[in-house]
């Protein structure tokens, strides 16, 4: 906008010292202007000088337009930031770690995730016990689902272990639905879209057998020995559904919000997002990721294709995870193309990256 105008006062100016210098020329330098010839030479610039006005006053509404909508834009940005915050100070969780059943520790706010994290790796580190004897193809419910897994990861230009992907994508989903009364029905019908069905329903079994620490039947529970199912304990795996399926709808919302504002510059998107993102604990951070990777997840980026819509990598939204943050699995292999804060990254490969963002 600014150089828009600066043109036209330019031009405009030209044009006024070409007049004078025009009428100057035709008096023959005399000190006392021909006014005819000046009147004549007036009534034709008049009529420039009158759109040259137009345009800067066509200009100028545009700018005070844009201005109004970056007002509203910032405000409802920081609306749904103050909503994020709110949401994550009131979270509050169980631990299902609890030594005992009258010192219960209730953990809220930031230190929910980081409950949560535990939970997944409690989930990721049972999950290898229930793969052995499972090749990685006959896990799926058919070839199809197996060969169209591959090809996503293959279209993505990533070289991931496929067996870790699903190890990935379960433990999630348990710790998502959990292994409830409610939960696992919910966990079985979600698993069975993807995976074989006996497989599924090992998977449910043993998780559903799973007690909290200071259950009485704690110590029937290992890998091999479930506890009885007809037995009453309260799970480990109660579910956080309501509290996740919430803050992440909320968060994608927010980042979508941003990245489809046509009025804004890639640069100013991602200084939106930046200060979005400084409100993540490292912990939300490695929650996002895990999430990303999962069934529930993948329209972040690995459903997608348009660079646009590669909403992690574009605006960098797990930039200060370090790379084995997460069950000493590697970030990096997954999203190789963030600019990260605590790991080296190719900065030439993510400056061309971010020239075609819109």
């Not at 803050?247 to 100013?268: A, G, K, P, S």
């Not at 999203?335 to 900065?347: K, L, M, N, Q, R």
């Amino acid at each position: 906008m600014r150089k828009i105008e600066n043109v036209i006062l330019i031009i405009a100016g030209v044009f006024f010292i070409f007049f004078i210098v025009q009428v100057l020329v035709q008096t023959g330098f005399y000190w006392f202007v021909n006014f005819k010839i000046a009147s004549d030479w007036a009534s034709s610039v008049s009529g420039i000088l009158a759109f040259f006005s137009f345009v800067l006053i066509y200009f100028s509404f545009k700018y005070q337009q844009k201005s109004f909508n970056r007002g509203i834009i910032e405000t409802n940005f920081f609306e749904k930031v103050k909503i994020h915050r709110d949401n994550v100070q009131t979270m509050e969780h169980e631990d299902p770690e609890s030594e005992s059943k009258e010192d219960i520790k209730i953990v809220r706010g930031v230190r929910v995730f980081m409950s949560l994290l535990n939970e997944f790796n409690v989930a990721f580190r049972s999950l290898e016990s229930r793969l052995a004897g499972w090749e990685t193809e006959n896990i799926y419910k058919d070839k199809y689902e197996y060969n169209t897994e591959k090809l996503k990861l293959e279209l993505a230009g990533l070289n991931i272990d496929l067996r870790l992907l699903n190890k990935i994508n379960i433990s999630y989903l348990v710790l998502y639905y959990g292994a409830t009364v409610q939960g696992k029905e919910m966990l079985r019908s979600f698993l069975k879209k993807k995976y074989n069905e006996e497989f599924v329903d090992s998977i449910v079994g043993y998780y559903e057998s799973m007690p909290v620490y200071y259950s009485e039947y704690r110590n029937e529970f290992n890998f091999n020995n479930y506890v009885n199912k007809e037995k009453k304990f309260k799970k480990y795996f109660g579910g956080h559904q309501n509290r996740l399926g919430h803050y992440f709808r909320h968060l994608f919302q927010t980042v979508n919000y941003i990245n489809t504002r046509e009025d804004l510059t890639y640069r100013e998107k991602y200084e939106y997002i930046k200060t979005y993102r400084a409100q993540f604990s490292t912990y939300e951070q490695a929650l996002i990721f895990i999430n990303s990777l999962s069934q529930l997840g993948e329209n972040w980026e690995f459903n997608q294709t348009d660079i646009d819509l590669k909403l992690i990598t574009k605006y960098n939204l797990i930039k200060n995870l370090s790379n084995r943050f997460v069950r000493n699995i590697s970030v990096i292999d997954f999203y190789p193309a963030i600019a990260y804060e605590v790991e080296s990254y190719d900065i030439i490969k993510r400056k061309i990256l971010e020239k075609k963002y819109k």
